[in-house]
């Protein structure tokens, strides 16, 4: 592994199993996807309405031609805060392999530039509390645990 040799891009459609695969590669994953082939509808749907949106970018990290990492970035208008913009960092993942590679402090730095290009003021994620690890890495990047977060599932 050689982490100067990752590459930051838009994801395309064959990116997709292997992204799936990254969001299934985890305890909590594992209870939540369906990385086999051939891969859901409801996949190839979801994949369809984030690259048609201009306000979501899908990113992936790439060595060589394999995909190692991938994280979605969602861009929030917002009257609040003076019409700011937020970024919403979502789905961070890293194949097995790459973790403490330093490749999740880049990729972070890649989306927060991304965010930067689109006039963002603020980047914001949430991460589940079962990740204390991610909660690290988070505080680690300068992220300050500010809000609560609620989900109701439908």
């Given at each position: 592994?050689?982490?100067?040799?990752?590459?930051?891009?838009?994801?395309?459609n064959?990116?997709?199993?292997?992204i799936?695969?990254?969001?299934?590669?985890?305890d909590?994953?594992?209870?939540?996807?369906?990385p086999?082939?051939?891969?859901?509808?409801?996949?190839k749907?979801a994949?369809k309405?984030?690259?048609?949106?201009?306000?979501?970018?899908?990113?992936?990290?790439?060595?060589?031609?394999?995909?190692?990492?991938?994280?979605?970035?969602?861009?929030?208008p917002?009257?609040?805060?003076?019409?700011?913009?937020?970024?919403?960092?979502?789905?961070?993942?890293?194949?097995?392999?790459?973790?403490?590679s330093?490749l999740?402090?880049?990729?972070?730095?890649?989306?927060?530039?991304?965010c930067?290009?689109?006039?963002?003021?603020?980047?914001?994620?949430?991460?589940?509390?079962?990740?204390?690890?991610?909660?690290?890495?988070?505080?680690?990047l300068g992220?300050?645990?500010?809000?609560e977060g609620y989900?109701?599932?439908?």
């Amino acid at each position: 592994m050689n982490e100067d040799k990752i590459n930051f891009r838009k994801a395309d459609n064959a990116d997709l199993s292997a992204i799936v695969a990254m969001l299934a590669d985890d305890d909590l994953g594992r209870l939540r996807e369906a990385p086999e082939l051939p891969l859901a509808a409801a996949y190839k749907s979801a994949f369809k309405a984030i690259e048609s949106d201009p306000n979501q970018l899908l990113g992936v990290a790439i060595a060589g031609d394999r995909v190692v990492g991938t994280l979605q970035l969602s861009f929030i208008p917002g009257i609040a805060r003076k019409g700011a913009w937020r970024g919403q960092i979502e789905a961070v993942r890293i194949v097995s392999d790459y973790r403490n590679s330093g490749l999740g402090q880049r990729m972070f730095e890649w989306a927060i530039a991304q965010c930067t290009s689109r006039e963002c003021t603020l980047v914001q994620l949430t991460t589940d509390k079962a990740r204390p690890d991610a909660h690290r890495f988070y505080e680690k990047l300068g992220f300050k645990a500010t809000h609560e977060g609620y989900k109701l599932a439908l």
